[in-house]
């Protein structure tokens, strides 16, 4: 089965300081991909950044970067420079080739302090 | 821009009372989902549309019902809502190829009442 962890509940961070959200999955496939969406208040969904587990590299997009550990089963969001549009619900997901699903984690709901 | 459009944004209904939430894409897509989101939790997703083939989630419950008329149009019925029901309903898309890993298009979502 697959599921994806997020252990934190709430993150909160102060503006302009970095922070790291966690999430951990577990999966028997070979080939998959994990993603992190931000779903800020009353605001739709939208992909932060992804990462395919056969690239080692971690994936970064301007101040968002991942700290991805395919044998420990981590996919980490890191947030530099924290703005106070960061401020949101982010999920972490996975979906594997063949799927159509994506598999969501709980959620971390991250408040920034001005 | 190429994007996800829900209608209406928030619909209050009564409890039992069919209503039917509208969800359309201009990114061409193949896939199309529904999703139900309760507060603070993450979207569980309740079915699929793989072109015209409908792919229903196990623990979808029978007073959920979709239809999908075209590739630009899915909507979601809800025969006999109860006050369970009261929740987010968002719409997603997908290109359906593995090739980009699934990423999902979400729209904004409609947030429905109950009374």
């Known amino acids: 089965a697959q599921t994806v962890t997020q252990s934190q509940p709430e993150m909160s961070v102060q503006e302009a300081e970095t922070v790291t959200l966690s999430c951990t999955y577990d999966t028997s496939e070979s080939d998959y991909y994990l993603f992190w969406y931000k779903q800020p208040p009353s605001r739709q969904m939208i992909l932060v950044i992804r990462q395919e587990a056969y690239k080692q590299q971690n994936a970064t997009e301007n101040r968002f970067s991942v700290n991805f550990q395919k044998a420990a089963k981590s996919f980490s969001l890191k947030i530099s420079d924290s703005q106070l549009g960061d401020a949101a619900m982010y999920f972490c997901a996975y979906s594997f080739t063949g799927a159509n699903n994506l598999f969501f984690g709980t959620g971390t709901r991250l408040t920034v302090i001005p | 821009d190429a994007m996800v459009i829900q209608n209406p944004r928030y619909q209050v209904t009564q409890f039992g009372k069919p209503v039917t939430l509208s969800c359309s894409q201009t990114l061409n897509h193949n896939v199309m989902y529904w999703y139900q989101q309760k507060s603070s939790q993450a979207p569980k997703l309740l079915f699929h549309y793989y072109d015209k083939d409908f792919n229903n989630e196990a623990d979808t419950p029978d007073n959920f019902q979709s239809r999908r008329p075209n590739t630009s149009f899915c909507f979601l019925d809800i025969r006999s809502p109860g006050l369970g029901d009261a929740a987010m309903y968002l719409c997603?898309?997908?290109?359906?190829?593995?090739?980009?890993?699934?990423?999902?298009?979400f729209g904004p979502g409609t947030r429905l009442t109950v009374l």
């Open positions: 997603a898309t997908s290109q359906g190829t593995t090739l980009i890993g699934n990423e999902q298009f």
